[in-house]
């Protein structure tokens, strides 16, 4: 079994700056890429950014590019999501979840991610 706990979100004012971090557990060993999604009331789950075990691929959403990077350690079990010049339309829940698959390069679809953590609330102010 699989256990994902994010933490880091908050409240925070447009403009700003928060870091996710998402600490993998239980059955850690193995190649998979790892994904942050955020789902925002009354939307659809959608792909924050993703990346590869090794770190060398990952793939993001047009909305965040440039702004938010995704990075792990994979000798601490942790992914990190580091979002900078936060807007209001990034409030959200985010998550964080493990591919379904071994050795896969990061994928923007959330069918395909088998493990999930409980989100952590991120609210930006205007």
């Known amino acids: 079994q699989v256990q994902l706990v994010e933490s880091g979100g908050g409240l925070v004012q447009a403009g700003g700056s928060l870091t996710l971090s998402c600490l993998r557990s239980?059955?850690?060993?193995?190649?998979?890429?790892m994904g942050w999604f955020r789902q925002a009331p009354g939307k659809e789950r959608e792909i924050v950014a993703a990346i590869s075990f090794s770190g060398g691929s990952s793939v993001y959403a047009d909305s965040v590019k440039g702004r938010f990077t995704i990075s792990r350690d994979n000798a601490k079990n942790t992914v990190y999501l580091q979002m900078n010049t936060l807007k209001p339309e990034d409030t959200a829940t985010y998550y964080c979840?493990?591919?379904?698959?071994?050795?896969?390069?990061?994928?923007?679809?959330?069918?395909?991610?088998?493990?999930w953590g409980q989100g952590t609330q991120v609210t930006v102010s205007s």
């Open positions: 979840a493990r591919a379904r698959a071994l050795g896969t390069l990061p994928s923007p679809s959330p069918s395909e991610y088998t493990y």
């Open positions: 239980g059955l850690i060993f193995g190649n998979y890429a």
